[in-house]
């Protein structure tokens, strides 16, 4: 069966944030993370693959040609399945332990990333300020490999949320206290900021601490690190510390 032109169009509208709104779907890529989204709370609207996959059992499934699935597909090299899934209602829960809150982070791979991170370090909640990349982006979706599945993403005035937590709350800043010097505490709230720019000044007032990973170069020029990057050497280090 052929890619009709109304499932093409929707299928590309999804690219964009406003009809993920609109419409409340999304789409997933690839075998691998199709297969976590399938075998999670998720719920399934269509999937659209070529006919040697073992996504043909499935419901709600539509069988399509490789040039179909090539004019389909975001990526360079099309992986055989694309799927349509509903995004799912969730709130958000304080509950004790580290909480990771971005601030305006605007590349979609380095959300993907953080999203896996999360899931590696055992973190299922994760704080976006709502001006951070969607979640639900096709290039995220695609990152986070599956991890999204796993790893609740909550868009909040970030603001609001720092005001009102007990939690203690931590800036990462490139003059902060050496992360490997500090005890770091169970229940805290992790703040990375954006890209370009880092913490903004609204947020950074609202943060009790201050941490920062050292340079060990010798001749100490590196500006900074890629903020998946930090977030990954920070995340381990509250955990080893707890």
Request: proline content about 2%; hydrophobic content about 40%; charged content about 20%.
């Amino acid at each position: 069966m052929s890619l009709s032109k109304n499932q093409l169009k929707l299928i590309t509208s999804l690219r964009k944030k406003k009809y993920r709104v609109t419409t409340n779907l999304f789409i997933a890529e690839g075998i691998k993370v199709v297969n976590e989204f399938l075998g999670s709370k998720f719920e399934l609207e269509h999937l659209f693959c070529v006919d040697d996959t073992d996504f043909t059992n499935h419901e709600n499934v539509t069988v399509i040609s490789e040039s179909d699935l090539k004019k389909a597909s975001s990526l360079a090299t099309p992986n055989n399945v694309i799927a349509i899934f509903k995004i799912p209602v969730s709130n958000f829960i304080e509950k004790e332990g580290l909480v990771l809150a971005l601030d305006a982070i605007n590349d979609p791979g380095n959300l993907g990333t953080i999203i896996r991170l999360c899931d590696w370090f055992g973190i299922d909640q994760l704080i976006c300020s709502k001006d951070t990349v969607d979640c639900y982006n096709a290039k995220v979706v695609q990152a986070s490999m599956g991890s999204l599945t796993r790893v609740g993403v909550f868009y909040t005035d970030l603001k609001d949320y720092l005001s009102n937590t007990n939690k203690a709350k931590y800036a990462t800043l490139m003059n902060g206290e050496n992360v490997y010097k500090t005890t770091l505490p169970k229940d805290a709230v992790l703040v990375m900021g954006n890209e370009a720019n880092g913490i903004s000044t609204p947020i950074l007032k609202l943060l009790d601490n201050a941490i920062s990973i050292p340079r060990f170069g010798s001749l100490q020029q590196t500006e900074s690190l890629n903020v998946a990057t930090a977030t990954a050497i920070l995340l381990s280090e509250f955990k080893r510390e707890n």
